[in-house]
């Protein structure tokens, strides 16, 4: 926040924007329901907090000074501002804006199917929505929330200074594109190029372990996001671990197939986030009850893998 100095009285701002766009102080004073006084006197004061002159007079009308030109340019701005805000505010007491940041992959599968009813019961919010893929300074930014992947245990919060509601579980499995070798043993996986998300490199080593064979870290080729991962696994670049909730069409359509095994639990699960050191607004509030209503819900979760998925061949 800047020095209260800085901050001039709004009634004097008003005044050298009228006396700007009029010419004259007996204009303003009429515009603004004033006495002419009471505008020169407002004008004289402004110029001495600034410590600039603003206005020159020729000819009985009022002209600003270059530097009063460039300044009440800038007012004007802040003024519309200021009365934008309180028509919003008038229009809509209890609601406004949301900004949320979201992950890709949730947000497309499981948010934006959601958020149409979201609309229907709050037309008062309005949910911005952008990408963030990781963990993020709140003070830094003009998110109220965030959608976050990640895990609380034993006290670990994998984003510190936040409050958390759990969303969703997750569940992956290991898939490829028709015609991956089957697999005997979940070791024979190493044999094969594997796929994985940047942001979840030690997913494979805990696929293995889940299987019994732990203290293996295999490499793979890199992903930054699941889109792009599961299209390399359709278009036969490799096995990948995908949460089962991303691929249910590409699983019912056949356009990827399980690999090995069921469905593994994933280490984390998705939750809502938002700061603990700002005061929970109203449209905040309405979005974390409701998304906790979807979320307790059975009804509104994913379903399961498709059980009519054709088995796998046995190896011969």
Known sequence: MLPRRYLPPIPALMALEAVDRLGTASAAAEELNLTQGAISRALQGLEAQLGIRLIRRERQRLHLTPAGQDYVAEVRKALNLLASASITLRANPTGGSLNLAILPAFGMHWLAPRLARFAQNHPEVTVNLSTRLRPFDFAGTAFDAAIHYGRLDGGRQDWPGVHYLKLMEEEVLAVAAPGFPALTQATDILRHPLLQLESRTGDWGRWLAHHGHAGLRPPGMMFDQFATLTQGAIHGMG????????????????????????????????????????????PLRSLRLWLQAEAADPALTPAPPPATLPPRPEAP
């Open 239 to 282: 096995a990948a671990l995908i949460p089962t909730f991303l691929i249910q069409r590409e699983l019912s359509e056949g356009r990827l197939v399980p690999v090995f095994g069921p469905p593994v639990a994933a280490l984390g699960s998705y939750y809502l986030v938002w700061p603990q050191a700002q005061p929970e607004r109203a």
